[in-house]
Each structure stands twice: as structure tokens, then as C-alpha cells.
């Protein structure tokens, strides 16, 4: 548990550091060059994106709409849900589920600065 605290705390500190660009497109906006969160794309795009594409709903649900604490996206993605595979840290290393999750709150993050829609 702790452990999680701390990958968390370390998470958001990485986010509070990001910066964030305004009026990017709703797909893919990774407006970061944070290495830990780049890196995490790559681990995305390669287990996560055909379900749920750029973090919107697919086959899962979208998961960039919801604050998901890094303790249960890791979870998940160790045990699975459903339609949804566990990942093992043969599959996905520990190190890679850090940074997957860092890119995941980034993506969250791009899509709460979007502006509002006009009405
Ligand atoms: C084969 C398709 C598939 C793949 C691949 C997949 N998911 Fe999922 N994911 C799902 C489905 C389906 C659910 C909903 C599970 C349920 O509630 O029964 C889900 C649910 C989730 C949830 C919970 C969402 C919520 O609203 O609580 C998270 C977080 C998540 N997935 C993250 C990931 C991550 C990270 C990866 C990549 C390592 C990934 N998923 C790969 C299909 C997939």
C-alpha cells in the first residue's frame, strides 16, 4: 500500500509538472515530452489502444474520463476484468506499469483542460 502511495505521489508530481497545450485534438493529445509519459504511450498503444483507443471507449470503456487511482488502473491491468486480459510482469514489467499509468493521468489530465464545448 504504501508502495502505491508513493507511485502515486510521484505520479502527480509528474503531472503537476507537465505542461498542458490547450486545443488539442480529443485524439491522442500527448502534450508532453515527459519521458516517463512518452514511454508510457509506447506501452499503451501496445497493449491498451485496441480496446480502449486514445483513451476513449472501444471495446472497454473510455478510461480518460474518470480520476481511476493509479492503485486500481495497476490492478486491473495485473488481474483483468471480463472481456478485458491481466497483463503479467512478463508482459508488462513493473517499470512499464508505472510509466503507463503516468501517461494515463496525462491523458485524463489533456482531456480535463479541453475547453467546454460551445454551446
Ligand atoms: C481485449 C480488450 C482490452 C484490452 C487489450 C485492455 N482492456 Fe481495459 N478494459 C476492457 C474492458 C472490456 C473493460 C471493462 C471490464 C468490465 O468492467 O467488465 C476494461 C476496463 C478497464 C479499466 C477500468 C475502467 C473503469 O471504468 O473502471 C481500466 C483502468 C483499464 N481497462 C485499463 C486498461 C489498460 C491500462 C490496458 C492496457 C494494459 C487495457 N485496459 C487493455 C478491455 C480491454
Given at each position: 500500500m504504501i508502495k502505491y502511495l508513493l507511485y502515486s505521489s510521484i505520479v502527480l508530481l509528474l503531472i503537476a509538472c507537465g505542461t498542458a497545450k490547450r486545443g488539442?485534438?480529443?485524439?491522442?493529445?500527448?502534450?508532453?515530452?515527459?519521458p516517463a509519459v512518452v514511454q508510457g504511450k509506447v506501452v499503451f498503444d501496445t497493449f491498451c489502444h485496441k480496446c480502449h483507443p486514445g483513451g476513449e471507449a472501444?471495446?472497454?470503456?473510455?478510461?480518460?474520463?474518470k480520476p481511476l487511482p493509479g492503485f486500481l488502473i495497476r490492478f486491473q491491468v495485473r488481474n483483468g476484468l471480463g472481456v478485458m486480459p491481466a497483463f503479467s510482469d512478463k508482459t508488462i514489467s513493473d517499470s512499464d506499469l508505472d510509466v503507463l499509468v503516468a501517461y494515463l493521468k496525462t491523458l485524463r489530465k489533456a482531456k480535463e483542460d479541453k475547453p467546454a464545448q460551445a454551446p
Amino acid at each position: 500500500m504504501i508502495k502505491y502511495l508513493l507511485y502515486s505521489s510521484i505520479v502527480l508530481l509528474l503531472i503537476a509538472c507537465g505542461t498542458a497545450k490547450r486545443g488539442e485534438p480529443a485524439y491522442a493529445p500527448l502534450a508532453t515530452t515527459e519521458p516517463a509519459v512518452v514511454q508510457g504511450k509506447v506501452v499503451f498503444d501496445t497493449f491498451c489502444h485496441k480496446c480502449h483507443p486514445g483513451g476513449e471507449a472501444g471495446l472497454g470503456p473510455a478510461i480518460n474520463n474518470k480520476p481511476l487511482p493509479g492503485f486500481l488502473i495497476r490492478f486491473q491491468v495485473r488481474n483483468g476484468l471480463g472481456v478485458m486480459p491481466a497483463f503479467s510482469d512478463k508482459t508488462i514489467s513493473d517499470s512499464d506499469l508505472d510509466v503507463l499509468v503516468a501517461y494515463l493521468k496525462t491523458l485524463r489530465k489533456a482531456k480535463e483542460d479541453k475547453p467546454a464545448q460551445a454551446p
